[in-house]
């Protein structure tokens, strides 16, 4: 999978239309929000994201979470000072609202032996990395790209051993998660909240992964708006081709008149 759409394709592209008041806005992280990296820990959070999905939060009512495969706390790390309502580990665990304590959606930790397979990778290739998490395990690889391919077989073989359980593939990384669990189950916990319910549900993002939430508030009779080169394989509907204008379309709502957003679905 690319990283980037062309020029054309960007050209090709319908606009979104800016975060209605009665939206709940459900924003995925890595390539969405922030450009991604040559490894996890090495993304850059722009100063000016923070205010403005302070802003968006409240001018929202609170219906805005961050819904990431990261861990709520690697979340939390990275968008310090904020603690926003949150969803981590593909649905694994979240935070209802903001500040509150990180719960546990999964029942059971992923068996360690899953852990000590991956650990194993390390050794095909430097440039492999290894996020480890209590419900879910990330093997990246953007800086070893013809590992791909074994990193999979190696992963999907260790699995064999354990029930329940799904590996994914996203841009340069591999991932195994909780089957039954996924950003669409965290998109139905959150809008049964107080402050998402009877709201129209927004899903923005950019991997494999987010399609879950795409088809969870598509179900809800929301919008789904992809980013990237997830948006060639919806066309009919807008999108963003980059995370830059996804920071753009989140400092232009968050600047604006609060009277000059018209009232109602723009989809
Ligand atoms: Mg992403």
């Known amino acids: 999978m690319t990283d980037s759409l062309s020029a054309g ?3 090709a592209l319908r606009p979104p239309p800016l975060p209605q008041p009665n939206w709940a806005l459900f924003l995925d992280i890595d390539g969405t929000l922030l450009d991604i990296a040559e490894s996890p820990d090495r993304v850059a959070v722009p100063p000016a994201l923070l205010d ?27 968008f310090d ?8 580990q593909h649905g694994s665990e979240w935070r209802p609202v903001p500040g509150a304590a990180t719960q546990a959606v999964a029942e059971v930790p992923l068996p360690a032996g899953l852990h000590e397979a991956a650990a194993r990778l390390n050794g095909l290739h430097p440039g492999i990395v290894i996020e480890r998490k209590s419900h879910a395990l990330a093997v990246h690889y953007r800086n070893a790209q013809d590992f791909g391919a074994e990193i999979g077989g190696r992963l999907a073989a260790a699995m064999a051993d354990f029930d329940g359980l799904m590996l994914l593939h996203g841009k340069f990384v591999w991932e195994i998660k909780d089957a039954s669990l996924s950003k669409g189950t965290a998109v139905g916990l959150f809008m049964r ?27 809800l009779g929301g919008l789904a708006l992809p980013v990237g080169p997830l948006a060639l394989k919806r066309p009919q509907g807008p ?21 000059s957003i018209r009232t109602g679905f723009a989809g």
């Open 81 to 88: 000072p904020l603690k926003l309502a949150a969803s981590g």
């Open 193 to 219: 909240q107080p402050a998402f319910a009877d709201r129209v549900a927004v899903f923005v993002g950019d991997d494999r992964t987010d399609e879950d939430g795409f088809h969870a508030v598509e179900n």
């Open 52 to 78: 403005d999905l302070r802003a968006a939060e409240q001018r929202l009512n609170g219906a805005l979470a961050l819904v990431s495969g990261r861990a709520i706390a690697a979340i939390d790390k990275l």
């Open 9 to 11: 394709q960007s050209a």
């Open 239 to 259: 999108g963003f081709a980059t995370p830059a204008q996804v920071r753009d379309w989140l400092a232009a709502f968050a600047a604006s008149p609060a009277d």
